[in-house]
């Protein structure tokens, strides 16, 4: 049995704790980088897929049209597709967040910016030079986790729980480097 001075301690601070008014984050945001996107070489963001840290470079889709079959721009990144492979000619199509799962028209390069304009001098994060490596020299260039994967697959009984508490837009954390 406790004694009566711990159980009142014990009581207080549950009754403190129930009456101080929890503080919800109200404007909660997407996950994401402006500038960066998720590419995939087959239709609903599967196959061999990536994820790109921001860049003003053109990014090639490779010969004949071959390459990306999927595109996602991270929440305030558009992207630009091109005609030609250096960025120029006709601007096809501007995608948005959250991309295009199916259906890309040819294309033949592209280019993500965090201004929404296609600006190709802005640097929207100088301090990653472009590369994820930057970050970690060990990580994997493709984002695991992404639908479709066997990561995704492995976990996917304890990504609809966390769905069920609310975590619909996805969890970082139950495996570093990974994004479910």
Not at 85 to 101: K, M, N
Not at 132 to 155: C, I
Not at 158 to 165: G, N, S, V
């Amino acid at each position: 049995m406790l004694p009566l001075a711990s159980t009142s301690a014990s009581i207080f601070i549950i009754l403190l704790a129930l009456s101080t008014p929890s503080a919800a984050r109200p404007n909660l945001q997407r996950r994401g980088l402006p500038g960066a996107v998720y590419t995939c070489t087959d239709t609903d963001f599967r196959g061999n897929c990536q994820w790109s840290a921001p860049t003003s470079q053109c990014r090639q889709q490779g010969p004949f049209n071959l390459g990306i079959d999927s595109l996602g721009p991270d929440p305030s990144t558009s992207c630009i597709l091109y005609e030609k492979f250096d960025c120029s000619g006709t601007q096809i199509q501007t995608v948005r967040f959250p991309g295009i799962a199916s259906g890309l028209p040819k294309f033949a390069a592209f280019r993500c910016s965090a201004d929404a304009q296609g600006n190709p001098n802005l640097d929207v994060n100088a301090d990653l030079k472009s590369t994820a490596k930057a970050l970690d020299p060990l990580a994997d260039p493709r984002l695991a986790g992404g639908v479709g994967s066997l990561e995704r697959k492995n976990n996917l009984d304890e990504i609809k729980e966390m769905e069920k508490d609310g975590f619909k837009e996805g969890l970082i954390g139950l495996k570093k480097g990974v994004y479910y």
